[in-house]
C-alpha cells in the first residue's frame, strides 16, 4: 500500500466484531500498536490459557480485561454462546499463546462459525513462526505446506515423510517439535534423507529455537549437518525452548520409459554380480546411453545395496 496514514480501527457493527489478533512469537516488541487498540478495544478477550495472555496484557502495561478462556476443549455450547453475544452486539479478541490464531491452535472452530452466521472477523496481523522460518530458509520455492507438530510415533513419522517426500505439490514442509523430541524428528529426516539415492538427493533443513527471544539459535544445512548441531545443542542446553524445523526434500526426477529400461537392466545386471565396467559397456551399447551416466548410476545402487 502506496499510503502510510494510520487508519483508525473500524468501530463494532450491529452484530459485534470477532478480532483476530496474532500475539508475539517472543519479542514483545513485535506486537503493533494497532493490536493493542484492539485489545482495549474490546469487551473481552478469548485466549488459549488465561495465565499466559494476563501475563502478555501486563507485560504491555494495558488496561486489564476480561480474559475467557478458548481451547482445544471448548464446547459447542461454549462457542454458541460467544456467537449470541457477538451477535448482540460485543466484540472480542480471539488472541493463541504465540503467534497468528488458527495457526495449529483452536481458533478456526470459532472463526468458522462467526462466519456462518455473518459476524464481521476481522485479522490483525503480526507475528507468525511459520511464516517467519520460511523467510529466513533462503529456499527459492513459493510454497509450502505447513504440517503441525511432527508426528510422535516412528510409523507415523516414517508415513509423514514418505507422503512428504513423494509430494509432487511442493518440495518445502514445516513443523512443529518439542524440545524432548526434536532429535528423534532429525534422526527421522535423515533416515528418509538416506533412502533418496545420491548426493543431490540430500535433504536440506533449517531448524530453529525459541526464535525472536533472547536464546534463539538457528541451525542451516543438510540434514547430517542440522542434525549433529541440534544433538549438541540438546546435550549442552538440555531440552529447553520450542522448535520448528523446515525441510526442502530434492525434486522428483521422473524418468522416461527409455532410463527406467536401461536402469533395470542394469540393477539386473549388477545384482547378477557381473562386474562393474561389463554392466555399464553393455547397458551403453544396447541403449545407446552414455557410459559415464551409467557408470554414475551403477555406482549409486551399490552405495545403496552396501
Known sequence: MSSTKRQKIPAAGPSGTLWVVATPIGNLSDFSDRAKEVLVQSDAILCEDTRRTSQLIAALKLPSKSLERLDQHASDAKIAKILERLQAGESFALVSDAGTPGVSDPGPRLVSRAVESGVPVVPIPGAS???????????????????????????????????????????????????????????????????????????????????????????HGDIETVLESVRKEI??????????????????????????????????????????????????????????????QALKILEKKS
Not at 273 to 295: C, P
Open 129 to 219: 513462526a511459520v511464516a517467519t522460518l520460511f523467510s529466513i530458509a533462503g529456499v527459492e520455492e513459493t510454497s509450502f505446506l505447513f504440517r503441525g507438530f511432527f508426528p510422535k510415533k516412528g510409523s507415523e513419522r516414517t508415513e509423514e515423510l514418505r507422503l512428504a517426500s513423494e509430494c509432487e505439490i511442493t518440495r518445502v514442509f514445516i513443523w512443529f517439535e518439542s524440545p524432548n523430541r526434536i532429535v528423534e524428528a532429525l534422526e527421522s529426516v535423515n533416515e528418509c534423507s538416506n533412502s533418496l539415492m545420491g548426493v543431490d538427493s540430500r535433504v536440506f533443513v533449517v531448524a530453529a529455537k525459541e526464535m525472536t527471544k533472547i536464546h534463539e539459535k538457528y541451525f
Open 235 to 296: 546435550l549442552t542446553e538440555g531440552p529447553k525452548g520450542e522448535w520448528i524445523f523446515l525441510t526442502k526434500f530434492p525434486p522428483i526426477i521422473k524418468e522416461d520409459s527409455k532410463s527406467s529400461e536401461w536402469l533395470k537392466t542394469l540393477e539386473c545386471l549388477l545384482a547378477a554380480e557381473v562386474s562393474t565396467s561389463v554392466a555399464v559397456k553393455l547397458v551403453s551399447q544396447y541403449f545407446g546411453e552414455q557410459r559415464n551416466k551409467i557408470y554414475q
